[in-house]
């Protein structure tokens, strides 16, 4: 290692040991350290944003924020619905050796708390801690569904030194509940809160009946700016897991009203869960826009603090878009219509499923002088992958035991590509249970495990077909051998979570 190289990893060394000397990292490092943000939308599925070929919402930060940094055409959510999926963000282990594979309810094993998720375990390493041991100010602000406060899942017990939002994520399917978080503190923001689930099977439905005093996102979007503006002269690794677009829907009625009439011929009476709403497609519409709305607000406060170039803005999605409801509703959950807006283009499914519709998700990646603007990746990855990508981004070593690989030589030296190493993996108990492995352009799925008749095994060659269509699994037995062993070595036993294939 040259001597500069080595001077140069030393202060950085004794930065990460040290968080009390950062001021003096200048002296000790050539350039101040790179901030991180990661930004997670809620049930957004692959083509629900402009630069994915959207044409109905207009999203233009994200848009901008694509034309800045780099399109991944192939990237995958850690699990098709979201604390699983965040547990794989969070934990760096795919869903056959994560800790959390479903949305189980803390109080199912833990009567004595009244909301919030299965938690996660003390022994649990998350991507916040690595970062907030190496010094960095660690917050995150949105939906947090890894286990309610007092629990060892709690955000400040998993690396995060600040945490505004929802603990929960049944409180999460109002906009306008009564409480927050504030770390362990309660915070009461709507004497009047709005439910997230009513049904009204006659009369006139009316957005007005649905508006609450203090629209959560409003707030919560405003604790991020402050975090940022707050941090500006130290390190800061900052988490955004926004609630939008999943519902209730209940947006402000003026970004409503920016989308045409014509729009919505018919109300949507709860009938497929979550509340009424009588202007379904334009509040769908409205909560994308406004998703779009808060990122520009991000971007603008990095801007402000002069931090934009040295930060790296990662934007995705825990899983795919609203899922269906059968005969029950012309519209899927909520009153969304993901038909109308093309949401998942030619993928197969939605949220719930691990055909590509409910895990491939939307997601770019921007760093001023590192990542080339306005380029497209088509590399495969998956949430599993952040952990490792995050600490190689930010000089920091990874713990060992990590099921991703690192994406960062991929998204910063796209002429140097290289062929994925590890397969990605699905293990999911939920939605009569599924499991799901690519490994290479192949994909090997299998539904139906928890049902007295569990489905065949299912393979697609995803470079020729993937929308699923044609299923390979016939004429390939020996692919699907290796998928199935390639499940059966990357499965670990959950008693939580069981998931068996015959």
């Given at each position: 290692m040259a001597?500069?190289?080595?001077?140069?990893?030393?202060?950085?060394?004794?930065?990460?040991?040290?968080?009390?000397?950062?001021?003096?990292?200048?002296?000790l490092c050539d350039e101040p350290r790179l901030n991180v943000v990661f930004i997670l939308a809620d049930d957004l599925g692959w083509g629900e944003i402009g630069c994915f070929g959207q044409e109905k919402i207009p999203t233009p930060n994200l848009d901008r924020l694509a034309s800045e940094g780099v399109r991944l055409t192939q990237?995958?959510?850690?699990?098709?619905?979201?604390?699983?999926?965040?547990?794989?963000?969070?934990?760096?282990?795919?869903?056959?050796?994560?800790?959390?594979?479903?949305?189980?309810?803390?109080?199912?094993?833990?009567?004595?708390?009244?909301?919030?998720?299965h938690p996660l375990s003390d022994e649990a390493l998350t991507i916040a801690e690595v970062f907030q041991r190496a010094g960095y100010a660690t917050g995150a602000f949105g939906k947090w569904g890894?286990?309610?406060?007092?629990?060892?899942?709690?955000?400040?017990?998993?690396?995060?030194?600040?945490?505004?939002?929802?603990?929960?994520?049944?409180?999460?399917?109002?906009?306008?509940?009564?409480h927050l978080w504030r770390n362990s503190e309660r915070i009461e923001i709507n004497p009047a809160p709005i439910p997230g689930h009513r049904k009204q099977p006659d009369g006139d439905v009316r957005m007005a009946d649905w508006i609450g005093e203090n629209y959560a996102p409003t707030l919560m979007i405003a604790e991020a700016e402050k975090f940022i503006a707050e941090h500006k002269k130290r390190p800061f690794f900052l988490y955004l897991p926004f609630i939008e677009p999943h519902v209730a829907m209940h947006p402000p009625q003026e970004l409503v009203e920016r989308f045409p009439v014509e729009w919505d011929s018919e109300v949507y009476r709860g009938e497929?869960?979550?509340?009424?709403?009588?202007?379904?497609?334009?509040?769908?519409?409205?909560?994308?826009?406004?998703?779009?709305?808060?990122?520009?607000?991000?971007?603008?406060?990095?801007?402000?603090?002069?931090?934009?170039?040295?930060?790296?803005?990662?934007?995705?999605?825990?899983?795919?878009?609203?899922?269906?409801?059968?005969?029950?509703?012309?519209?899927?959950?909520?009153?969304?219509d993901p038909r109308f807006f093309d949401s998942t283009k030619?993928?197969?499914?939605?949220?719930?499923?691990?055909?590509?519709?409910?895990?491939?998700?939307?997601?770019?990646?921007r760093l001023p002088g590192v990542i080339a603007p306005g380029t497209v990746n088509d590399s495969p990855g998956y949430f599993?992958?952040?952990?490792?990508?995050?600490?190689?981004?930010?000089?920091?070593?990874?713990?060992?035991?990590?099921?991703?690989?690192?994406?960062?030589?991929?998204?910063?030296?796209?002429?140097?590509?290289?062929?994925r190493q590890k397969p990605m993996v699905w293990v999911f108990p939920e939605y009569s249970g599924q499991?799901?492995?690519?490994?290479?352009?192949?994909?090997?799925?299998?539904?139906?495990?928890?049902?007295?008749?569990?489905?065949?095994?299912?393979?697609?060659?995803?470079?020729?077909?993937?929308?699923?269509?044609?299923?390979?699994?016939?004429?390939?037995?020996?692919?699907?051998?290796?998928?199935?062993?390639?499940?059966?070595?990357?499965?670990?036993?959950?008693?939580?979570?069981?998931?068996?294939?015959?």
């Open positions: 001597r500069v190289e080595w001077v140069r990893w030393l202060g950085c060394v004794c930065v990460a040991l040290c968080g009390s000397i950062l001021e003096t990292r200048g002296a990237h995958y959510s850690g699990a098709p619905v979201c604390a699983p999926s965040r547990c794989v963000l969070m934990t760096g282990r795919h869903l056959g050796h994560a800790e959390i594979r479903g949305n189980l309810q803390a109080k199912v094993n833990f009567p004595q708390f009244t909301e919030g998720q890894l286990g309610p406060v007092g629990s060892t899942g709690e955000p400040n017990r998993q690396g995060f030194d600040l945490f505004f939002g929802y603990n929960c994520q049944a409180v999460a399917h109002s906009y306008y509940p009564s497929g869960g979550y509340l009424p709403h009588p202007r379904p497609r334009a509040a769908y519409a409205a909560m994308i826009h406004d998703l779009d709305r808060h990122v520009g607000r991000v971007l603008h406060a990095l801007e402000l603090a002069g931090v934009a170039d040295r930060t790296l803005v990662v934007f995705s999605s825990d899983n795919g878009s609203t899922l269906d409801v059968g005969d029950r509703s012309k519209f899927h959950v909520g009153g969304a030619d993928l197969r499914g939605y949220k719930g499923s691990v055909y590509e519709g409910g895990l491939r998700v939307p997601t770019i990646v599993a992958d952040w952990f490792p990508t995050l600490c190689a981004a930010a000089a920091l070593e990874p713990p060992t035991g990590l099921d991703g690989e690192s994406l960062w030589q991929t998204m910063t030296k796209p002429h140097e590509q290289r062929l499991v799901a492995v690519r490994f290479g352009d192949w994909k090997l799925v299998r539904r139906g495990l928890r049902t007295p008749q569990p489905g065949p095994w299912e393979l697609y060659n995803l470079t020729t077909d993937r929308s699923e269509t044609k299923n390979m699994a016939t004429d390939r037995p020996e692919l699907v051998s290796q998928g199935v062993e390639i499940l059966q070595r990357e499965t670990h036993d959950n008693p939580l979570f069981p998931v068996v294939w015959p």
